[in-house]
């Protein structure tokens, strides 16, 4: 079966601290992840992908396949991280599978 | 250059009307994708469309349908809208084939049906 899970539905974290978002993903194969992410009032936009080993807005992840998790990282949170933010695998009908989201909440 | 838009940006609607939301990209991308999104729930697929002229179902296809004439346009339309349709809906498109697949969102229709 093909599915992510995003195990928190709200994680707050203050201002400063280290945040990690969860993400878990069951797929056979190479799976290709993303995240995405929802700023107040915004549309849904692509944060990173796991291909492109990049690090957006300070946010890095790392595709662990022994443990199939895409965790999101951030050292330190800003108050601009306060987002819904979704995890997301791509299967090989090039659809997009969206975890449940998580939002981020950062307190002052 | 918008990207993608929709429309209406927020609509109230009886149950048992009709309802069609419109979207349209001007990125002439090959696939177009509907989704809900719901409380605790996320993003769920409606429809989708990987080219002009064909559609296939997503994972909650139920009470919707969906056309694509051409490469811009992707309608959704509810033919007789009942309550637990409530939810923003969001059109999508992306490149395919594209090794990245990345898919651009339309800032979102939020539909209440009473």
């Known amino acids: 079966a093909q599915r992510v899970t995003q195990p928190e539905k709200l994680l707050s974290v203050f201002k400063g601290a280290p945040v990690e978002l969860k993400c878990n993903y069951s797929y056979s194969g190479s799976p290709e992840l993303f995240w995405y992410v929802q700023y107040s009032r915004q549309r849904l936009q692509l944060l990173l992908r796991?291909?492109s080993r990049e690090s957006i807005k300070g946010f890095t992840a790392d595709l662990n396949k022994g443990e199939t998790s895409f965790h999101l990282k951030k050292p330190f949170a800003q108050e601009e991280d306060s987002a819904m933010y979704y995890c997301a695998l791509r299967n090989r009908d090039d659809k997009i599978i969206f975890g449940k989201g998580t939002r981020l909440h950062i307190l002052p | 250059i918008a990207g993608i838009t929709q429309a209406p940006t927020s609509q109230i609607l009886a149950a048992g009307r009709r309802m069609t939301l419109r979207c349209t990209q001007d990125m002439r991308h090959n696939a177009m994708y509907w989704y809900r999104q719901d409380l605790g729930l996320g993003l769920r697929l409606i429809h989708y469309s990987n080219t002009a002229g064909t559609t296939g179902k997503g994972e909650v296809p139920d009470g919707y349908s969906v056309s694509r004439a051409n490469t811009d346009d992707f309608p959704l339309t509810l033919a007789s809208a009942v309550p637990s349709q409530t939810s923003v809906y969001f059109c999508?498109?992306?490149?395919?084939?594209?090794?990245?697949?990345?898919?651009?969102f339309g800032p979102g229709t939020r539909l209440t049906v009473l």
């Open positions: 796991h291909i």
């Open positions: 999508a498109s992306s490149d395919i084939p594209s090794s990245y697949n990345e898919q651009f």
